[in-house]
């Protein structure tokens, strides 16, 4: 903060980015994000498998309830238990760094 007497009033400022360069400070730049590893890579995307799975998880209750499923069979790609099953395995694969 800046604080000077300029005609008998007390006046005070945060200085601005261009003053702060003048008097000699240099600009604050944050650090670069470090780089994801391939561990928090592979911990990312098994997070989004399980968010896949856990929103599938309803269907299986649809499904015992007699609802027809064409609907959803579109929705994933033909056939929403393969699709689902694809999920588990690629989950699997990443657990046990296959």
Known sequence: MLTWVHDGVLTSCV????????????PYTPPAAPEPTEEDIKRQRMAEIEMELQGMDYLTSKEADGEDMTAYDEKYG?????????????????????
């Open 78 to 98: 033909g056939d929403w238990h393969q699709y689902r099953g694809l999920l588990r395995i690629e989950y699997n694969k990443l657990e046990n760094n296959e």
């Open 15 to 26: 200085p601005s980015a261009e003053q702060l360069e003048q008097a000699g400070y240099e």
